[in-house]
Every structure is written in C-alpha cells, then in structure tokens.
Nanobody
C-alpha cells in the first residue's frame, strides 16, 4: 500500500527555517513526479515546489530562492527546506506523488500525505 507521511511542521517566527519531510512507503519515489503543495485557510491548494519524473524542478515565484526541494532515494524521503519564512507561508503543507504527471499542479497528483501545519507568526 502506497503511503506518504509528512513531518517537520510547526510554529516559527518570521525569518526562521523549517525542514519538512515526507517519508514514502509501499513504493519507491524514484521514477515518480514528487511535489509539495500548500493550502492556506480560504485559499485553493497551490503548488510550492515539484520535481518531475524526468528531473525538471519547479518553484513557485513566492518561494523561489527561499525553499529547496530534494529527494533522498536511499531513505525514500522527500524534503522541503524552507528558509526566511514569512507569515504568508502559513498553510497546511502536503507532499504528493504521481507516476505520470509532470506539472506542479495539484489536480494531477494521485497520492497524497495527510498534511503538516506550518505557522509563521511573531
């Protein structure tokens, strides 16, 4: 059974950092498109950063230069390093994978984690 479990969320002050992890089980991340998405209250889920199955990396304009996506294939884990966090980064963050979809759009991803809350507030 394919499973994704996020961890690493929490409450931080503006300017601080967090690293989110997404542990995969029941399948191997290698060969899948993988991504991080977020949803703030009252807003639609948006793509934050993705790596397509052919290696293309995407960052939304709002996080470019501050967030870094990576995969550790040995640990079968996806990461999102977040630096210089801002209050507008507050959201529930989800990891997702898909066997075919290449774009960083949530409707194209079939498998999702349960989400982890990130709150940036002073």
């Amino acid at each position: 059974q394919m499973q994704l479990v996020e961890s690493g969320g929490g409450k931080v002050q503006p300017g601080e950092s967090l690293r989110l992890s997404c542990a995969a089980s029941g399948f191997t991340l290698d060969g899948y498109s993988v991504g991080w998405f977020r949803q703030a209250p009252g807003k639609e889920r948006e793509g934050v950063s993705c790596i397509g199955r052919h290696g293309t990396t995407y960052y939304s304009d709002s996080v470019k230069g501050r967030f870094t996506i990576s995969v550790n294939n040995a640990k079968n884990t996806l990461y999102l390093q977040m630096k210089f966090l801002k209050p507008e980064d507050t959201a529930v963050y989800y990891c997702a994978v898909d066997a075919l979809f290449e774009l960083c759009l949530s409707h194209g991803y079939d498998y999702w984690g349960q989400g982890t809350q990130v709150t940036v507030s002073s």
